[in-house]
Each structure stands twice: as structure tokens, then as C-alpha cells.
């Protein structure tokens, strides 16, 4: 397959990296540091260097959606966010009603630091709630209490942005049914037009990994956490939320047009250490140290070699064969409650491609993990419990 740029009229998503914590959390295995504020002016011009490189390369196409994710966004100084959107904007004019994103912890969102966003062009903010219970925020140790989080979100709302997600987490450690009931009631209560529910996974080498092996902390259970799962869709349907993917409600309107560009295969490029990107075809991924980022984009003018394309701080790229491409995006549509169109496995150049889709979907459809109905394949309640069974199955030998 031919790497080749989109044509500058293909607009691009932008995923800009900003890997700074005030304190890293006890279950984080995130690209994200604590204690490394002295490098932020670098890192800025480093993320410049980067955008700059990319915009040329690519012919400069307009941005429809750009996240500021971390690590905490929230807690970078303003001006140094301002800088970063301000070079992304040169090198990808945004579209005008492009969506930028900042990721935000409870404690950073003030009405001064959100004038600074919203005038640095930000108009979506998601906070990191993770819990309304004091006792589960501080085993996670998060640096907000509950009080805080509602504040945070109510503060928010009334400095103007109204499109607002909340993060909440389940299937912690000690949490039970009923504290997890009392967070999404206390969530719901707040209206909030989006919400991002995902389940503890405890990563191999975190403090909190530690913590369960060494048995200082109750192991989360599993089965727990599916009934978890069953009720926050019973709790969000009642409340006028769209389940749109497996992990994201919205109201009318609210979806995460950004997070939608990654489940339809569309193409986007990630900025900074770590950050991965999908560009005709081909999937690659940045050096993970901000340090070795920032010495290798500052050395000199940073370019991107033309075919394939590439930058001093691309660790790997991997060309996509057609039918891995396929495969992925069967399996990235099918977490959207859209799903995958029976057509779309029939038609095309290649049947047999499709045909082995279809088989494995018709047997999901047996398994009871995926219903077809109105032409679409799309996951049932079982299927978005036990997603990887479908997925695995999907996946070209
Ligand atoms: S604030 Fe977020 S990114 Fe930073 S350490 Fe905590 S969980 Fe990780």
C-alpha cells in the first residue's frame, strides 16, 4: 500500500499530548509525570516544532476536532495550552465549528483559569470526577474531594461551557453496589450532557497493583463490576442519555465528536510524547519520553520525510494490509451503538473479505453477544460486557 499525504482538503482530528501531573495517582499507567514542570517552555516549543513539521507536510488541512489530553491540561499553565492551540491553529486552520477538548481535574477548573481556556479557543471540558465518594477518591488518590468535583462541574457550567464531560470510574476496589448507585445519582442530578464510565483496570507495576498483591487492598471483583455496568445503562437510559458507545452516554447532540473519529477509522494525528496516529492507512506512534521528545525536536528544524512520512520522533509506524484495516474498523464501528451495516460486509471489492466478517458476526449473533436487526450488527448487552469475545473473533488470523 502507498503511503501518501490526505489531500489538504481532507479535514484531520488533532490529538495534542500534554504529559504534566501535579501528583501521579496510585493506579495510573498513563504517559504522564509528576515533577517536571521545569520542562514545560521546551515542551511547548517541542509540541510547535511538531505541529509545524506536520502542517507542512500535510498541506495544512482544516481541523474539525482537537483534544488536549494527559495527564492534566487543566493544571498546565494557560499560556502555555494558549501557545500550543495557537501553533496547532497555524498549522491546521480549525474548522469554524471545530471542537477543542481539554482534559481538567476538579481542583484546577476556577472561573480565572477557564476564562484563560475559553479565550485560548477550548469549548469542551472534561473533568475527571471518577467518584462522588470521599473514601474511594482518596484510595485512588486523587487530589479533589466529592465536594470539589461538584463544585468543579458547577463552576464550569455557570463560566459558560456547556459542553461538559464527566469521567467516573467503577469496579474499585471495596466500592459496592450502592456507592456506586449514590455516584451516578449525584451525577445525574447534575445534568451533566456527557459522561465517560470506565472500569478500574489495575495495571501491572502501579502503587495500587502493589497494594492488591501485597493484599492491603481487596481485589476488585469482576462480576461486580458488570452488575455495575448494568446499572449505570438502566440509571442513564432513564435519564434521557444515549448509550452511543460502550463506555459513553450523551444527550442529544453531546456525543464526543472527537472520540468518534477514532471508532468510524477516520484519520487523525497525535501530537507529543507517546501519542499515536492513524494517516492514510498507516498507524504510528511517537517516542513515549517527554525528555528525548523535546531534545530530538529542538536539535534542529524538525521535517517530515515525505514517503512514508515520518518525523525524528515517530518510534514505529506499521503500514495497515487491507484486510487488517477492514477488521479494525468492523471492530472500532461495532462499539458504537450505530454498529456495522450488513451491507457493508456483502458489497465491496472483496467478497470473501466481507464473507469472513459475516461469519464470524453470525456467530456472535449465536453466542448471544450480537444482535442483527433493521441490517446492522450491533453489540447487545451481553456483547458490550464481553466485547473482547467479539473482537477476537474479528481479528484477521
Ligand atoms: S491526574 Fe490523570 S493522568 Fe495524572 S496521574 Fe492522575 S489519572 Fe494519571
Known amino acids: 500500500m ?33 515533577h517536571l514542570e521545569s520542562l514545560i517552555p521546551d515542551y511547548v516549543a517541542a509540541v510547535a516544532a511538531e505541529l509545524g513539521a506536520w502542517g507542512r507536510a500535510l498541506g495544512g488541512p482544516p481541523a474539525t476536532t482537537v483534544f488536549l489530553g494527559g495527564g492534566t491540561p487543566s493544571w498546565t499553565p494557560v499560556a502555555a495550552l494558549e501557545r500550543m492551540l495557537n501553533e496547532a491553529r497555524r498549522a491546521f486552520p480549525f474548522a469554524p465549528d471545530c471542537e477543542v477538548t481539554a482534559e481538567a481535574n476538579p481542583g484546577d477548573v476556577t472561573g480565572e483559569r477557564l476564562d484563560g481556556w475559553r479565550k485560548a479557543g477550548i469549548n469542551r471540558i472534561s473533568i475527571g470526577i471518577q467518584s462522588f465518594d470521599d473514601g474511594l477518591l482518596r484510595l485512588l488518590t486523587r487530589r479533589h474531594t466529592a465536594a470539589e468535583a461538584e463544585q468543579a462541574y458547577r463552576t464550569a457550567r455557570a463560566g459558560g461551557f456547556d459542553n461538559v464531560n464527566l469521567d467516573l470510574m467503577y469496579g474499585l476496589p471495596g466500592q459496592s453496589l450502592a456507592t456506586w448507585r449514590s455516584t451516578l445519582e449525584h451525577a445525574i442530578g447534575l445534568d451533566p450532557p456527557h459522561l465517560s464510565l470506565y472500569a478500574l483496570t489495575v495495571e501491572e507495576a502501579t502503587p495500587l497493583w502493589r497494594d492488591i498483591e501485597a493484599g492491603r487492598v481487596p481485589r476488585p471483583d469482576p462480576d461486580l463490576a458488570a452488575d ?39 484519520p487523525f494525528l497525535g501530537i507529543g510524547p507517546g501519542a499515536h496516529s492513524y494517516l492514510d492507512g498507516r498507524r504510528f506512534w511517537n517516542i513515549r519520553s517527554p525528555g528525548e521528545y523535546v531534545r530530538r525536536l529542538l536539535e534542529g528544524t524538525p521535517a517530515v520525510a515525505a514517503s512514508p512520512p515520518t518525523t525524528p520522533v515517530v518510534e514505529e509506524a506499521r503500514n495497515l494490509t487491507e484486510r487488517e484495516r477492514f477488521a479494525e474498523s468492523i471492530i472500532l464501528k461495532l462499539r458504537l451503538d450505530e454498529g456495522v451495516e450488513l451491507a457493508s460486509l456483502t458489497a465491496g471489492p472483496s467478497g470473501l473479505r466481507g464473507d469472513l466478517h459475516l461469519s464470524a458476526l453470525r456467530e456472535c449473533v449465536g453466542l448471544g453477544l450480537v444482535s442483527l436487526s433493521e441490517g446492522r450488527f450491533r453489540l447487545n448487552q451481553r456483547g458490550r460486557l464481553l466485547s473482547n469475545e467479539v473482537f477476537v473473533r474479528l481479528l484477521p488470523e
Open 2 to 34: 502507498g503511503a501518501q499525504h490526505p489531500p489538504a482538503s481532507q479535514p484531520i482530528a488533532l490529538y495534542v499530548h500534554v504529559p504534566f501531573c501535579e501528583t501521579k495517582c496510585n493506579y495510573c499507567d498513563f504517559n504522564t509525570y509528576a
Open 228 to 266: 455495575m455496568y448494568i446499572l449505570a445503562e438502566e440509571s442513564l437510559a432513564a435519564a434521557g442519555y444515549r448509550h452511543y458507545e460502550i463506555s459513553n452516554w450523551a444527550k442529544e447532540g453531546r456525543e464526543c465528536r472527537h472520540n468518534l473519529v477514532y471508532w468510524r477509522n477516520e
